[in-house]
């Protein structure tokens, strides 16, 4: 895997460079201090990832990302910063991840095995679908908690849940509230999630079976979880249709 290390530090580049040395199969290109040198690296080298740090004087590592994305076969990106308040922001931006410094050489591992699974097929197909960039379909749901904000990857969901004003994301790891509305989740992970109730947005992938209750009602048995999300009888037939369709 080829590498464009992105730092205003020069430390911080040299500890990366260090890393990635330790790592077999992947090699660092060029390293750039600012974004305007990181976009013409990538213009230079074509590599298969950027790893590119948020906070840099002049124009920042989000915008770089911009610029990076709307070149023709983008490399794949992973944001390394001190700063978590940027989580979201990066993987609205199609990151394949997000690193806080001090890097350990274990979460780039990690992040790098990733990456290689993000082939160039694959970036361009997804960049022909995000039209404007800000459009883009997250790989992750952002939750804030006391500790900061959770992501919560899109494949690990079980289903979403709107009760009056708050909509609750059922993941592998509990429950979080979202500020997303159901109206939005569904528009953009269509494809990935269907409407069973005016209430329940499902993850295809989780569900099992529908099954009928002993009073009439029409329920979701879900992979991983006891949980059973309504289906309401005017999205019965539809849910029927999917199921068939799998």
Do not use: W
């Not at 994301?169 to 939005?184: A, P, R």
Request: glycine content about 4%; hydrophobic content about 40%; charged content about 30%.
């Amino acid at each position: 895997m080829d590498i464009i290390v992105v730092d205003d530090e020069p430390l911080a580049r040299a500890r990366l460079i260090k890393l990635i040395a330790e790592i077999e199969g992947c090699r660092v290109l060029d390293e750039a201090g600012n974004c305007e040198n990181a976009v013409a690296a990538v213009e230079r080298h074509d590599p298969d990832l950027v790893l590119l740090d948020v906070r840099m004087p002049g124009s920042n590592g989000l915008n770089a990302a911009e610029a990076i994305n709307q070149l023709d076969d983008p490399p794949a990106i992973i944001f390394c910063t001190a700063y978590d308040e940027y989580a979201i922001n990066a993987f609205d931006l199609g990151a394949v991840g997000y690193l806080l410094k001090p890097v350990r050489i274990e979460k780039l591992k990690e992040v790098l095995e990733k990456a290689k699974k993000v082939n160039r097929v694959q970036r361009a197909a997804a960049k022909e679908s995000k039209t404007p960039l800000e459009n883009a379909k997250r790989t992750h749901i952002s939750a804030k908690t006391r500790r900061g904000v959770k992501l919560i990857d899109i494949n690990h969901v079980q289903f979403f849940q709107a009760d009056q004003k708050y909509v609750t994301c059922h993941y592998d790891g509990g429950t979080l509230l979202i500020d997303d509305t159901l109206k939005e989740l569904e528009q953009e992970f269509s494809s990935l999630f269907v409407r069973t109730h005016r209430n329940a947005l499902v993850f295809i992938g989780a569900i099992e079976a529908m099954e009928k209750s002993q009073e009439g009602t029409y329920y979701l048995r879900l992979k991983a979880t006891e949980e059973t999300p309504a289906v309401s009888r005017r999205h019965v037939s539809k849910v029927k249709e999917l199921l068939m369709s799998l």
